[in-house]
């Protein structure tokens, strides 16, 4: 199984997108600041993840959510979530 998730910075609230097969293990190394992508910007809070049975699928689905259209469904998917935040 592999998984695509996002995360979001709490210290300047964007987004990062990425994906893994041991999810609870990947967002534990972005916490502990030993990704060098996220690491100025722990900590980090897993917002949303789906599951994929196939690598090739993980891909496609991280890099369509890496664009502008891939965004914004983000932000309408969570919506409600992230007013409530503000």
Do not use: I, W
């Not at 992508?37 to 891909?59: I, K, M, N, Q």
């Amino acid at each position: 199984m592999y998984y695509v998730y996002v995360l979001q910075s709490e210290v300047d609230g964007r987004f990062y997108v990425g994906y893994t097969r041991d999810l609870r293990e990947r967002v534990r190394l972005h916490n502990a600041g030993r990704v060098a992508s996220t690491r100025e910007r722990c900590p980090l809070e897993l917002l949303y993840y789906e599951a994929c049975l196939v690598r090739g699928d993980a891909l496609r689905r991280e890099r369509y959510l890496k664009t502008t259209y891939g965004k914004r469904y983000l932000r309408n998917r969570l919506r409600e979530y992230l007013n409530g935040k503000c």
